[in-house]
């Protein structure tokens, strides 16, 4: 691969290339949903993706799912006089920024590969789980599971000498229990993702979460709905991560860049305070066990975690080369995308919020009437955050009360987020998944249980 | 009866990469053994002695931790990895190595053990 | 025979070399590609983007069960593990009969163009420069945030082991704009227009007609929670009917009683104004194909003729359960699949879905159905209407729109949304016009072609 790779780089300096690079990203993948205890669909797949990034004055790309070295070669063309053509349209050229050219080979972890699995074993596991789930209560009505797995093996290359090659598993399994009492439905979701392999449906006790989530949808039958108002909130590590992930993606220098946009909330705002000063937020792409694992970016650059939000302030973006030579600051490997065919963009992969040292019971024992709120069901993110929850308790006199069925609230990111009085000393993620263009890409956002001193929520 | 339970073990053993399982009383009596071939019968020299009081050790680590009880162990080497599940009357051990899939491998013994406890109902064997 | 079609052919070997019993095999590729025109950080920016996308999907069947896998990977040996894969995963289906076997098909017209698939770079500049113009033309201060030209060409075979061997190829053009005014940067528009080739956009009418739409929503105003009469654009409608509602229209859905139409045949189910066809054979349609994803030809069906309910879509395992004929409408679209001018994958598995739907025009013009509308809103853009129920509720943001009173627009909706049911919706249209668009949703496979239809009331809230 390397050879073929370097030749086409090759052709593209040979052309007149001021930059080029190209990714080629081979994915093997299984996805199987099972609705009620019946395969619904199991999709066994190899993608083959690959493109090439030509800067003459501003980029020209070409994407292709072939690599043989015509069509690789026939790309480059393109790309370069794409190039070409549209820099004579702009008067500003894009440079990026410098990095140190790395060669290097990433093989698979310790992990159980998911290809080395017969699809029958990874069906049974599901089954079981779903039968678990089921027969927690006759209430359950609906349980839906959606699996998938994959192994990605990337290949870079680029005209500075870079040549990374880099292989990076993935596992998700997602759980949605729909219960129903006369007129009453209620509904909750479980989230098990990693860079990992099969291992994970061990370690993650999928058969555990099941029957967990079985036993609180069937609880929340008989719940009362919070009655809306302002309260004391303590949310749970699942929503501290949705907050966390759509504050991380508002750190991404591109849509700081679009004020306009709907995550361009923190245009301008680098030195300043954006949220409460408890908060301090991590995008980190290379701690293990996390959804979102990889040593070298999209651009071949060494990831990094960064530090964007310290104490409350953003301290700085994070950023893909272009950017990084716009805000004159360095690239710390922050650059992702679903796979070949699509462009590198700065993106969060796990947004983290720092823990303190605040017990859970330290956390809510001065709250005289608070709600707690656990587990996202759905959510858009933003500027505006807005979240249904699945579920929640009362907090009385410091204590933990009644059970309560899932609430809304809203989160303004301009002013509820200066609202956060206390973090708390757990840990644990919420994985998600971005769209873009028709591919899912994993992120995800974590961190401890947070405290707001006022929060408004609804039924 | 040796049938029978080798008729519910065979949901275990058929599973691959197991090469030995055990099925003990919670006495820490065997009442079943299975290996896979010859040469794992003589590989295998763990008494069930040697299962019955890990277990308890189990127990008694976890309850000095803190924690309630124990459902099962699990050890992984390099190589091998090794699964003791208890439920009520019954001890399953499993011996398999790292290419089993150990999700399923979980699965699968606390199957057995769910079956074999259905079996004897809470009469002693 | 084109080189999508040998491809499909040496995977039919292929496949008979694993003994498989029946075989169906899908190739596709797409070559798109795009010139984006747009601002970052107050600079104008510049890229150009070609892709070519190449793949294929197998179904097979094996003692009477059938399984599907996908490859982008044409190497021999990841063919061969393809073909392994499908029938690792293979499951008895209800209603598979065998793949289809060979049938008449018919040629579609306007849906390829040669100057559309060999634009070259500077013919494509050339026209984003002449959309600019026109837009520019019109007023000084209009700010051009993005303007973008893309075109694509699509290929497409089928072989099966009941002997159909089939392809197909189609053009596709389209242009995006995003508009603002100066010292009114919180107003923008975005026009998205989409044909079937270069000659079929209308540069200038688009430039102009999304010039002066900016413009006139500079004047926001706000609007009162309440019911009032409304004009939708097809834009708006497609949003409507492209969700709960196309998916009522499945005999999938019907068969397993999920669609709010089942037993419905015969009812009047819309208002009498409506007449609804599925039309994969319409003249430059965007999902105009000459056969559909199974290799069946594509047909017009009446769906809705003056409010009563009609007829249902198939694919072939889901007419043999109802014991019909096929309609034409196997698709491999799943969400959240997505692409302005076809919204097929081979990576998506077959099932049933629209192609383009069609409203029979009525005889009004906008400007007449405007005029009648004592105190009304003439709604031009609204969110995706992907968030809506099964049951067809839905609740809205509108992105653009107006106030009607006494017959004129008094000025643009400032923050409101429509809240309704995409089925009592179509109950309540009391006129339908003349002039015929087409569009696509934001998050559906499947096209509209309709007039701007009026409606009774819909409920705004504020």
Not at chain 2, 10 to 24: R, T
Not at chain 2, 78 to 102: G, P, Y
Not at chain 3, 293 to 316: A, C, H, M
Request: with cysteine; charged share 25%; hydrophobic share 40%.
């Amino acid at each position: 691969m390397k050879d073929l790779l370097e030749k086409i780089i090759e052709n593209a300096v040979g052309l007149g290339a001021e930059y080029a690079d190209v990714r080629i990203q081979r994915i093997y993948s299984n996805t199987i949903r099972i609705v009620n205890g019946r395969i619904e669909r199991t999709i066994p797949s190899v993608e083959l993706t690959a493109s090439i990034r030509v800067l003459k004055g501003v980029w020209g790309i070409s994407s292709l799912t072939s690599i043989s070295e015509d069509d690789l070669l026939g790309a480059v063309n393109k790309a370069f006089k794409m190039a070409k053509t549209g820099a004579e349209r702009i008067p500003e050229t894009i440079k990026i920024k410098e990095v140190k050219p790395v060669e290097d080979k990433v093989k698979l972890g310790e992990i159980q590969d998911p290809r080395e699995v017969p699809i029958e074993e990874k069906m049974e596991i599901i089954l079981e789980c779903d039968n678990a789930a089921r027969s927690v209560d006759t209430r359950i009505i609906r349980t839906d599971y959606s699996y998938s797995d994959n192994v990605t093996e990337k290949y870079f290359c680029n005209s500075e000498g870079s040549y990374i090659e880099e292989i990076i598993p993935f596992t998700e399994l997602r759980i949605v229990v729909v219960a129903r009492e006369g007129e009453v439905i209620q509904q909750t979701i479980g989230r098990i993702a990693a860079s990992a392999g099969q291992e994970l449906m061990a370690y993650a006790d999928p058969l555990e979460v099941s029957e967990r989530l079985a036993r609180d949808t069937v609880k929340l039958l008989s719940a009362k709905s919070p009655s809306p108002g302002k309260y004391p909130v303590v949310v749970d590590n699942g929503i501290t991560g949705l907050i966390a992930l759509s504050t991380g993606l508002m750190t991404s220098a591109q849509f700081a860049s679009m004020p306009e946009s709907e995550l361009g909330a923190f245009a301008g705002k680098l030195g300043q305070k954006v949220c409460s000063e408890v908060i301090t937020l991590t995008d980190d792409p290379t701690s293990s066990g996390l959804p979102v694992v990889f040593h070298y970016d999209e651009e071949g650059v060494p990831a990094r975690p960064v530090n964007v939000i310290e104490n409350g302030v953003l301290r700085t973006y994070i950023h893909s080369r272009e950017t990084a030579y716009r805000f004159e600051t360095e690239p710390l490997g922050h650059s992702r995308a679903p796979n070949a065919l699509f462009q590198p963009k700065p993106i969060v992969s796990n947004a983290i919020i720092k823990s303190s040292d605040l017990s859970f019971e330290e956390l809510i024992e001065n709250i005289r009437e608070g709600v707690y709120l656990r587990g996202v069901v759905g959510a858009t993110i933003g500027r505006i955050i807005q979240c249904k929850t699945m579920m929640g308790y009362r907090i009385v006199d410091g204590e933990l009360g009644e059970p309560l069925r899932g609430a809304t609230f809203v989160v303004d990111a301009s002013k509820d987020l200066f609202n956060i009085d206390a973090v708390a000393n757990d840990f644990d993620i919420l994985p998600l998944r971005l769209i873009e263009g028709d591919r899912f890409y994993p992120v995800s956002g974590g961190g401890p249980h947070i405290r707001f001193k006022e929060l408004k929520i609804g039924g | 009866m040796s049938e029978e339970i080798a008729r519910v073990v065979k949901d275990l053993s058929s599973l691959y990469g197991v090469n030995s399982i055990v099925i003990l009383n919670s006495e820490g009596k065997g009442v079943y053994s299975w290996h896979r071939t010859d040469a794992d019968r003589r590989r295998f020299r763990l008494s069930e002695r040697t299962i019955k009081d890990m277990l308890d050790r189990a127990v008694e680590f976890v309850r000095l931790a803190g924690g309630d009880q124990v459902r099962n162990i699990i050890f992984r080497g390099r190589e091998n990895m090794t699964v003791i599940e208890h439920l009520e009357n019954i001890i399953v051990f499993a011996f398999a190595d790292m290419r089993a899939n150990l999700a399923l491998l979980l699965i699968r013994v606390r199957r057995v053990a769910e079956n074999l406890v259905k079996m004897f109902g809470g009469t002693s064997i | 025979m084109s080189e999508l079609l040998s491809i499909a052919k040496i995977v039919l070997k292929i496949a008979e070399e694993e003994k498989v019993d029946h075989c169906e095999v899908y190739v596709m590729n797409k070559s798109k590609t795009d010139y984006i025109f747009g601002i970052e950080a107050d600079k104008k920016t510049f890229s150009g983007i070609s892709s070519t996308i190449k793949g294929m999907a197998i179904r097979v069947v094996k003692d009477n069960r059938l399984g599907f896998a996908y490859s982008s990977d044409f190497s021999k040996e990841a063919l061969k593990s393809t073909v392994r894969s499908a029938l690792s995963v293979a499951e008895e289906t209800r209603g598979f009969e065998g793949f289809t076997s060979p049938k008449t098909i018919s040629d579609v017209k306007g849906t390829y163009d040669n100057k559309t698939a060999d634009l070259s770079v500077e013919e494509a500049m050339k026209l984003i420069d002449s959309l600019e113009n026109f837009i520019k033309s019109v007023n000084e201060d209009i700010l051009i945030l993005e303007s973008s030209l893309h075109h694509c060409t699509i290929n497409t075979a089928i072989a099966n082991t009941s002997g159909v061997e089939v392809e197909d190829k189609g053009t596709y053009a389209g242009i995006s704009t995003t508009l603002s005014v100066k010292n009114e940067e919180k107003v923008t528009y975005s026009l998205n227009v989409s044909r079937r080739s270069i000659s079929n956009l209308n540069l200038e009418k688009l430039g102009e007609t999304a010039a002066n739409e900016v413009l006139r929503l500079t004047e926001k105003k706000d609007i009162e929670t309440g019911d009032y009469e409304a004009v939708l654009s097809p834009k708006v409608l497609v949003e409507l009917l492209s969700y709960s509602f196309a998916t009522s229209l499945c005999a999938d859905q019907v068969q397993a009683k999920l669609s709010m139409f089942e037993g419905k045949i015969g009812e009047t189910v819309a208002s009498e104004k409506l007449t609804l066809y599925d039309d994969g054979t319409y003249e430059g349609g965007l999902y105009t194909t000459k056969f559909d994803d199974e290799g069946v030809p594509t047909q017009r069906t009446l769906l809705i003729e003056r409010g009563v309910l009609k007829g249902f879509l198939y694919d072939s395992i889901t007419a043999n359960i109802d014991n019909v004929e096929s309609t034409g409408n196997c698709v491999r679209w799943e969400p959240p699949t997505w692409d302005m001018f076809f919204a097929r994958s081979f990576s998506c598995r077959p099932r049933v879905w629209i192609s383009n739907l069609v409203i029979e025009p009525g005889s009004k013009k906008l400007d007449d159905l405007i005029s009648e509308v004592n105190k009304g809103v003439y709604l031009l853009n609204v969110f995706s209407g992907f968030t809506m129920s099964p049951s067809g509720d839905f609740s809205l943001p509108v992105m653009h729109g107006y106030i009607v009173e006494k017959g004129e627009i008094s000025g643009a909706i400032r923050k409101a949304s429509i809240q309704g049911n995409a089925f009592e919706i179509l109950k309540k249209i009391d006129e339908v016009g003349i002039d015929v668009d087409m569009v696509v949703p934001d998050s559906a496979s499947g096209s509209l072609i309709s007039p701007h239809i009026r409606l009774e009331k819909i409920k705004m809230i504020s």
